[in-house]
C-alpha cells in the first residue's frame, strides 16, 4: 500500500540570511515495494528566515518563527491537499532572534525560545488557534553571571506537568511551571559542567530520563528523574511531588576525529534507540539505550551542517543546512542506512511531517 505524507520545511531565506524560498511543503509518496520516496513540491510562502516550524495537532495550521528582529510567530492555514498555504497570523514579539516554538503545557499557548535577545516568550492563541497576543516574557539575563544567554528550545515534559527550555549559553536546562493564566514561572533547573552548551533534549514517553545535546562539548547528557515530596505538615491541596532531574552520563555523540556541534536529538517511536545529529562531522548518530547508557552504535554521513532531521515510519528526513538537501535515510533497528537521493532544500533548517 502507498503512503502520501506532507513534509514542511522551514529555511534561512534570500530576504533573510541564507537562500531558502520560505516556508515550503513537499509531498513525499512511498509507493509500494519502492525503497526511495517520490518527492513532489506542492506550495511555498514568502516569509524571512523562518528557522523552525511546528503543526497544530489536527494538521491545519502551521506555525513557524522567524528569526528576525523582533521575532515573529506566523500562522498559516494549509489546505487538505498541501497546494494552497495561506498566512492567517503575524506576531511580532518583544525581543529578536526566535529559534524555536513549542507547545505549552496548556495547549492554547505557544511557548518561544529566542537566541538573539535571551528569552522566552508566551504567546496565546485564540479559539481558531491564531497566535493572538504576548502573555509572558521571561528574560534569561536576570538568570546569568559571565556568559550571555541563549535559550534553543521550549519543551513540554510529559508525565511532569513542566516546559523545560535549554540555554546554550548558560550551561543549563531552567524548568517552568504554567499558571492557570498562560505564563510561566521558573519551577527549577538542572546544571551542566560549564561549556557544555545544552542545545535541544528529549523527553521519555514519562520524563523518567531527558536526552540533551550538548553543542559546545559535543556530548549527550542523560539526566535521571528522582520524586521530591512536599513536607508532610504542608496543607493537602499543597502536597504535589515536585520533581527534580540529575546528569547521570555524558558520551560523545560521534567518534570522529574534529569539533562537534550537536544540534537536534530524538527518540525513535519505541524509545529503544536515540538519534542525535552532528555539525562538524556532518554525520547522524544512533545511539543504543539498551545499556545502562547510551552507547554509540551507527553513524552515517549526511549533508553539511545537519541542522534539524525528521522521523516518517523507517525514515529519517535530515535538514542539512549549508548542504542545500534534505538526506533521505532509513533506520533498520539499530542501523542507519542511505535510502534514497537528497531532495534539494536550499538553507532548510527544520522539517515537520503534518499530523
Request: negative net charge; contains cysteine.
Amino acid at each position: 500500500m502507498s503512503r502520501t505524507a506532507l513534509i514542511a520545511v522551514g529555511g534561512y531565506t534570500l530576504s533573510g540570511t541564507g537562500r531558502a524560498p520560505g516556508l515550503e511543503l513537499l509531498s513525499l509518496r512511498r509507493a509500494e515495494g519502492a525503497e526511495a520516496p517520490e518527492v513532489e513540491r506542492l506550495a511555498s510562502v514568502d516569509l524571512p528566515d523562518p528557522s523552525f516550524v511546528l503543526w497544530s495537532p489536527d494538521g491545519r495550521l502551521l506555525y513557524a518563527v522567524l528569526e528576525t528582529d523582533p521575532t515573529r510567530v506566523v500562522a498559516v492555514r494549509v489546505g487538505d491537499q498541501g497546494t494552497t498555504a495561506e498566512v492567517v497570523g503575524d506576531l511580532s514579539l518583544e525581543g529578536g532572534g526566535g529559534c524555536h516554538l513549542g507547545f505549552g503545557t496548556d495547549p492554547s499557548t505557544l511557548v518561544v525560545a529566542q537566541y538573539g535577545s535571551g528569552s522566552v516568550a508566551t504567546v496565546r492563541l485564540d479559539a481558531e488557534g491564531i497566535p493572538a497576543e504576548q502573555l509572558d516574557l521571561d528574560d534569561h539575563r536576570e538568570l546569568g553571571d559571565v556568559e550571555d544567554p541563549h535559550p534553543h528550545q521550549a519543551v513540554a515534559l510529559p508525565g511532569a506537568g513542566l516546559l523545560a527550555v535549554p540555554d546554550l549559553g548558560l550551561d543549563r536546562v531552567f524548568l517552568y511551571r504554567q499558571s492557570a493564566d498562560g505564563t510561566i514561572d521558573l519551577a527549577g533547573e538542572i546544571p551542566l559542567g560549564r561549556g557544555s552548551g545544552p542545545r535541544h533534549l528529549v523527553p521519555d514517553h514519562e520524563s523518567e530520563q531527558l536526552h540533551i545535546a550538548c553543542e559546545r562539548s559535543g556530548m549527550v547528557a542523560t539526566a535521571v528523574r528522582s520524586e521530591v515530596p512536599t513536607s508532610p505538615s504542608a496543607p493537602v491541596v499543597m502536597q504535589r511531588a515536585a520533581h527534580r532531574w540529575s546528569v547521570r552520563s555524558m558520551i560523545p555523540a560521534s567518534d570522529r576525529e574534529g569539533a562537534d556541534a550537536l544540534s537536534h536529538i530524538e527518540l525513535a517511536a519505541d524509545e529503544s534507540v536515540l538519534l542525535v545529529a552532528n555539525r562538524g562531522p556532518d554525520t547522524l548518530s544512533l545511539l543504543s539505550l539498551a545499556p545502562m547508557r547510551p552507547q554509540l552504535v551507527a553513524e552515517i554521513e549526511v549533508g553539511a551542517h545537519p541542522r534539524h532531521f525528521t522521523q516518517l515510519d523507517d525514515l529519517v528526513l535530515v535538514a542539512a543546512q549549508e548542504g542545500d538537501r534534505i538526506d533521505v535515510l532509513r533506520r533498520r533497528g539499530e542501523s542507519l542506512e542511505v535510502a534514497g537521493e537528497p531532495i534539494p532544500a536550499p538553507s532548510a533548517s527544520c522539517l515537520a511531517v503534518r499530523p
